[in-house]
């Protein structure tokens, strides 16, 4: 089992930068995949980026096409943290955005944090 704690949400100008942390109660290196959701007003919640289980060198990272080439997955296994650097916010990134964690066969969660791209 493990506890998930997100922050870094928080209203930013298009453009604009923010990094969230998820934070996990136990050691990250071994679980599978670990990676970030967001779900805005009325849609459904999507995929924004996941990586592998290892360092950040030996890992896979994939992500949403909508944030290729802005977002960047991270993870501190030292820190027992993953992080998600989001460069060129643009409006329509606004959404609560929840980590997971995927140690098989649960995907645990997080609260989420909120973030606000405002135009």
């Known amino acids: 089992q493990v506890q998930l704690v997100e922050s870094g949400g928080g209203l930013v100008q298009a453009g604009g930068s923010l990094r969230l942390s998820c934070a996990a109660s136990r050691s990250i290196f071994s679980i599978n995949t670990m990676g970030w959701y967001r779900q805005a007003p009325g849609k459904q919640r999507e995929l924004v980026a996941a990586i592998t289980s290892g360092s950040t060198s030996n890992s896979n990272t994939n992500y949403a096409d909508s944030v290729k080439g802005r977002f960047t997955i991270s993870r501190d296994n030292a820190k027992n943290t993953v992080y998600l650097q989001m460069n060129r916010l643009k409006p329509e990134d606004t959404a609560v955005y929840y980590c997971?964690?995927?140690?098989?066969?649960?995907?645990?969660w997080g609260q989420g944090t909120q973030v606000t791209v405002s135009s």
């Open positions: 997971y964690a995927r140690v098989v066969p649960t995907n645990y």
